[in-house]
């Protein structure tokens, strides 16, 4: 995009008309993506309405259809379900109902159509758009519209967004809701299992997913499931054998408690329903256990969004408002959908085509056929799940390889299911497995023990790092460590940390040419709050620690809407990197947030106490401000606070509050989880592969820059990256990457808090097609 096409951002919506409606079952999030598709539409000087009450206000009319304001969308971000409300509308079946419906448009002259929904949703908005020109004929013909509003109005844009908590619809990575319900999902399974820990319980959990089987599936993956039912993977025929051998073996193993989870849509390879009642009854009948069932039901729809929704949605909002606004006559309806880490624009039909495909894949019983259909991510969750619960780990007590594991840095949600997974997938492939206790420290003094299957029992769901973590960087105590290696005999080494892991890595690189003992195969994941480990574009224990500053701000601009005229300063960490504090604010609406990546003056501050004064002007009394902990040396949250008291004196108040180590603690996220669960498959994975490849006259030698990786996600996929070829890319003094994809994110924050700027950063989703999509990315 150009300058001037930019500046054209601004006007892009002048003399356009856009509605938004939210429809079919509700989800987490969809306040936000309404929020971002209000205030984006106002920014390029569209007219933006509210359709209430999904299609049945569209049909209704009248009151239904209101305009909205900037103000109109305050404090919806936290709100879980659709402020605007959704109803399932009969009438907008009928070509009557249809009829009505474009009525309602064209007398306001909206010509823009933004739907939030599910697949059923946009696939009525979709037949709406192609029978356009023939309602309006007909509207022309009956007198209820003039031949000039019938011009005005010759043609209609649709944008969807999926707002779904089941994350069926195939052509995006995430539906919007999907990571909330899976929020209120783990927080029930971690309830249930202390209860279940203390009477040796077997827990039957029923989850919502009648034809999909993600949060099931995920469910299990975050809380270590011994068992999952899915609509797309049916059990084979001898399933009930199989299932009452598995809980008996963990029984054995010590284990206290056996958690399954079957989704509403479970069936067997005949297409014959399993309930969670008819597993109960065989694992009473079979084996007498205590078994007790719940039924999650609507729970999982309800409660605030997650940090992610409410980042997801919205970015798919302004992307939506932005498709809209470019649409022409002969764009197709597109739905705005998320891969990776990117906002990507697919063909409505085509997407829901997959998604209908499926169905039909699976009413043929051609199941080997859906699961491809639903997609890579999907595809890998299910082969991880059957690797860490249907395999029996080898009997052999003589280890294949030996591979330590050790965690390194400051602690971060997620590091003990990266240590399970890794820890288990080892043995499964016959290694010998290691752990290391507080770090390269820990290498270096010896504090080495062996894990077998039950030492890592349970570790998903904690917080913290169980190992023990430090900072200590292993240059001075190269010669120990490498001692340790020989009296261990390491093969390879699997670091689990943050920007120390990374430095430590290069560090264990330098080594080599020293010590030949170092001339082992090591990767790094990483897992860091403060999302700066270069080579990858999150890190494990970045989503919990976003979750937890939006829980605080939440709380926050609750108390600030109460005593009105006041404005909060929020200190948070992550060192140099801005990741936290950008994303927190986007995703809590704060007014600023201010960086160390994004210089700033004294000008700058000015120019946002001034924002302030205006705001206290509007019915939003309240100010929300986010600082993160090293962006200034200078400019500390002090001085800001006392500018602010200062400029803000007979206008607003300020407090300040600095959250501090809360941001490292919690119980992880199901993101979290399942990342650490997946990047530790991985990593074993590839480091079996390379100690085979290493392996010469009777040892490990491994000395080629391919030998020492950080195993990270770039954009679509988890990639394997030399810490050597990652040097160039590293601002060692500040701890950061050169560059770092979410600072495009940035112009975003600021237009919602209604910044008047260009949208020069803004991401350009050019449409795709969502077959090339699916053969071309790489597996995550």
């Not at 880490?341 to 699976?362: G, I």
């Not at 990374?502 to 170092?518: H, S, V």
Request: net charge neutral.
């Amino acid at each position: 995009m150009t300058h001037e096409e930019h500046h054209a951002a601004r006007t892009l919506g002048v003399g356009k008309a856009i509605a938004v409606l939210t429809s079919g079952g509700d989800a987490q999030g969809m306040n936000a993506a309404v929020r971002a598709v209000v205030r984006v539409g106002i920014f390029t000087g569209a007219r933006v309405f509210f359709v209430h009450e999904g299609y049945q206000g569209l049909v209704d009319g009248g009151e239904n259809i209101r305009e909205a304001t900037w103000e109109s969308v305050s404090m919806m971000l936290q709100l879980g379900g659709t402020v605007i409300g959704s109803a399932r509308c009969k009438d907008f079946r009928e070509r009557e109902g249809r009829l009505r419906a474009a009525h309602n448009l064209v007398k306001r002259g909206i010509t823009n159509l933004c739907v939030i929904g599910g697949d059923g949703s946009l696939t009525g908005a979709d037949t709406f758009r192609s029978e356009w020109s023939g309602l309006l004929s007909d509207l022309q013909k009956e007198g209820k519209i003039t031949a000039e509003e019938a011009k005005k109005s010759s043609y209609l844009n649709i944008v969807g967004l999926v707002g779904s908590i089941d994350n069926d619809f195939c052509g995006t990575d995430m539906t919007i809701g999907t990571d909330s319900a899976l929020h209120r999902i783990i927080e029930i399974v971690d309830a249930i299992t202390t209860t279940a820990q203390s009477h040796q319980r077997t827990f039957v959990l029923e989850v919502m997913g009648r034809h999909c089987g993600y949060l099931a599936l995920v469910t299990s993956l975050s809380c270590g499931a011994d068992w999952v039912f899915i609509p797309e993977c049916p059990p084979d025929d001898d399933w009930e054998e199989h299932l009452c051998r598995r809980l008996s073996e963990t029984r054995t193993r010590g284990s206290r408690l056996n958690i399954i989870i079957v989704a509403e849509g479970a069936i067997d390879k005949h297409g014959k329903p399993i309930t969670s009642e008819d597993v109960k009854n065989l694992v009473v009948k079979r084996l007498g256990y205590d078994t007790r069932v719940t039924v999650l039901g609507h729970v999982q729809r309800g409660g605030t969004p997650s940090a992610f929704d409410r980042i997801l949605g919205s970015r798919m909002g302004v992307e939506a408002v932005m498709a809209l606004l470019e649409g022409t006559p002969d764009t197709p309806a597109c739905v705005v959908s998320l891969s990776g880490n990117q906002a990507v624009r697919l063909p409505l039909m085509e997407c829901v085509q997959v998604t209908k495909d499926v169905t039909k894949a699976m009413s043929e019983k051609k199941f080997d056929e859906a699961l491809k259909l639903r997609g890579r991510s999907f595809m890998n969750n299910w082969e991880v799940y059957k690797l860490l619960a249907h395999v029996r780990p080898p009997v052999s007590k003589t280890g294949l390889h030996t591979v330590a594991v050790m965690n390194v840095g400051a602690p971060a949600a997620g590091m003990n299911a990266a240590v399970r997974s890794t820890v288990r997938i080892g043995l499964i492939q016959g290694n010998r497995v290691l752990v290391v206790h507080d770090g390269f420290e820990g290498l270096a003094k010896g504090q080495i023990e062996e894990a077998g299957w039950s030492y890592v029992g349970g570790w998903t769901g904690q917080g913290g790092s169980k190992l023990g973590t430090k900072r200590t960087l292993p240059k001075k105590s190269l010669e120990q460590i490498s001692a340790n290696i020989t009296k261990f005999n390491i093969q390879g080494l699997v670091i689990i940390g943050g920007f120390e892991a990374y430095t430590g890595g290069l560090e264990l690189m330098e080594g080599r040419k020293q010590y030949d003992e170092l001339c082992i195969p090591f990767v790094i994941i990483p897992a860091t709050v403060s999302n700066n480990v270069p080579g990858s574009d999150f890190s494990v224990g970045a989503d919990t620690a976003l979750n937890t500053i939006c829980t605080t701000c939440d709380r926050i601009k609750q108390s600030a809407a109460g005593t009105k005229r006041r404005v909060f300063i929020i200190e948070t960490m992550g060192g140099y990197c801005g990741y936290l504090a950008t994303m927190a604010g986007l995703a809590a609406g704060a007014d600023a947030a201010y960086i160390f990546e994004e210089p700033f003056t004294i000008r700058d501050l000015q120019a946002n106490v001034e924002h302030l004064v205006q705001k206290m002007k509007t019915t939003v009394k309240r100010g929300l401000v986010l600082r993160n902990e090293k962006c200034n040396e200078n400019y500390t949250t002090d001085f800001i606070f006392n500018l602010y008291s200062e400029e803000g004196k007979g206008i607003f108040d300020s407090r300040k509050n600095v959250l501090g180590h809360m941001q490292q603690g919690g119980s992880p996220t199901p993101f979290d989880r399942n990342f650490a669960t997946k990047m530790g498959a991985k990593a074993m994975n590839w480091m079996t592969g390379k100690i085979k490849e290493s392996y010469r006259n009777g040892r490990i030698f491994a000395n080629t820059p391919d030998s020492g990786c950080v195993l990270g996600m770039r954009k679509r996929a988890l990639v394997f990256q030399p810490v050597a070829e990652l040097k160039d890319q590293t601002d060692f003094e500040h701890r950061i990457p050169k560059e770092q994809w979410w600072l495009k994110l940035r112009p975003i924050l600021k237009i919602l808090a209604k910044y008047e700027i260009d949208l020069d950063t803004s991401e350009h989703a050019h449409l795709e097609h969502i077959n090339r999509k699916r053969s071309g990315e790489a597996p995550v």
